[in-house]
């Protein structure tokens, strides 16, 4: 099984900053994309930035110029440096991992529990 765990969400004003970590751990023998998502209240859930073990990156055109992935792949931890933030930012942050647990298993899919992000004045 792998675990993963969020940390760094928060309330922050308008134009504010935070940083964003999601660490795994259990049996993973590597990991391909690693992703954060949002969900709002209401809305789906969407696509925030991706990276790849190749250190591709893709994000939404919403958050373009204001966040940075990044990753430490000798620590299976992700993160997401948001700058400039909004109140159109606020939701509930998951991590996602693209992990293979072992060198004879499949490719498989995992999230993290959520953290929650507020931007308001």
């Known amino acids: 099984q792998v675990q993963l765990v969020e940390s760094g969400g928060g309330l922050v004003q308008p134009g504010g900053s935070l940083r964003l970590a999601c660490a795994a751990s259990?049996?993973?023998?590597?990991?391909?994309?690693m992703a954060w998502y949002r969900q709002a209240p209401g809305k789906q859930r969407e696509l925030v930035a991706g990276?790849?073990?190749?250190?591709?990156?893709n994000y939404a055109d919403s958050v373009k110029g204001r966040f940075t992935i990044s990753r430490n792949n000798a620590k299976n931890t992700v993160y997401l440096q948001m700058n400039t933030l909004k109140p159109e930012d606020t939701a509930v942050y998951y991590c996602?991992?693209?992990?293979?647990?072992?060198?004879?298993?499949?490719?498989?899919?995992?999230w993290g529990q959520g953290t929650q992000v507020t931007v308001s004045s």
């Open positions: 996602n991992f693209h992990v293979r647990p072992s060198a004879v298993a499949g490719w498989v899919n995992y």
């Open positions: 990276m790849s073990s190749g250190g591709v990156t």
């Open positions: 259990g049996s993973i023998f590597s990991i391909n994309v």
